[in-house]
T-cell receptor
């Protein structure tokens, strides 16, 4: 079946603009995670959704970052007033309910964000 | 809180040679351990995982990792590497209780030379 998909694959924006990144998890996967991968910081957790609620937002780096999930499916990560340090690859992952206990996460290809 | 240390940022080896990618973790609670692989221009793929039971786990492409609780390690090994194994390898840990965030190491870039 189809894997986790993310759009856009690449996004170039100017400092100060807002961006929205989209994640479509694998159908039926109830848990959804956002991470980011940057040269200086490696792979960092941002936020976790179980259904439409976010029990763990501990990784969001500032209040410029927010995320929502609707219908227990698609999620959008929004970055307001982007800064150059926001440049990174933003990764989304999802987990099947039957695999939640094993925490096996399936990753999408990522969105490469470049802030000029 | 958990943390992961991958001791080598880059590992160059010759084709058909053995390789070991080192991973150490710290945690005050029981953990699950994972190795993910990222091939050039591709996304992260799960390579293998330790949840419980046998401390030696294997992947379908010849990699294996051994969970060593006393040394808090989960090193990845392959007895004979191929050019196609060139990739970045990430060790990750999570709490051993259902859906939890993954905490990743900094990654090890494995380069296979002919």
């Amino acid at each position: 079946g189809a894997g986790v998909s993310q759009s856009p694959s690449n996004k170039v924006t100017e400092k100060g603009k807002d961006v929205e990144l989209r994640c479509d998890p694998i159908s039926g996967h109830t848990a959804l995670y956002w991470y980011r991968q940057s040269l200086g910081q490696g792979l960092e957790f941002l936020i976790y959704f179980q259904g439409n609620s976010a029990p763990d937002k501990s990784g969001l780096p500032s209040d410029r970052f927010s995320a929502e999930r609707t219908g227990g499916s698609v999620s959008t990560l929004t970055i307001q007033r982007t800064q150059q340090e926001d440049s990174a690859v933003y990764l989304c992952a999802s987990t099947h309910p039957g695999r939640l206990a094993m925490n096996e996460q399936f990753f999408g290809p990522g969105t490469r964000l470049t802030v000029l | 809180a958990q943390s992961v240390t991958q001791l080598d940022s880059q590992v160059p080896v010759f084709e058909e040679a053995p390789v070991e990618l080192r991973c150490n973790y710290s945690s005050s609670v029981s953990v699950y351990l994972f190795w993910y692989v990222q091939y050039p221009n591709q996304g992260l793929q799960l390579l293998l995982k330790y949840l419980s039971g046998s401390t030696l786990v294997e992947s379908i492409n010849g990699f294996e990792a051994e969970f060593n609780k006393s040394q808090t390690s989960f090193h990845l090994r392959k007895p004979s590497v191929h050019i196609s194994d060139t990739a970045e390898y990430f060790c990750a840990v999570s709490e051993a209780q259902g859906a939890q965030k993954l905490v990743f190491g900094q990654g090890t870039r494995l380069t296979i030379n002919p």
